[in-house]
């Protein structure tokens, strides 16, 4: 480990420290890889995506 205990990794403005799992059904599945072949961006940036667009439905 580097020092101070923290693991070196590419530095970022942006951390993501929070980990999720999700299950999902074929049709999810579908148009997840889909969507990441078309804009050329991994599932988690696509998730990420999905999330942000939730962000409109809240309740103010």
Do not use: F, S, W
């Not at 951390?15 to 799992?21: N, R, V």
Request: hydrophobic share 25%.
């Amino acid at each position: 480990m580097a020092l101070g205990g923290k693991k070196m990794g590419r530095p970022t403005d942006n951390p993501k420290p929070y980990h999720m799992t999700v299950k999902y059904d074929e049709e999810c599945k579908e148009i997840l890889e889909q969507y990441c072949e078309q804009e050329k961006v991994p599932r988690m940036e696509a998730a990420r995506r999905g999330i942000r667009k939730l962000k409109d439905d809240l309740k103010k």
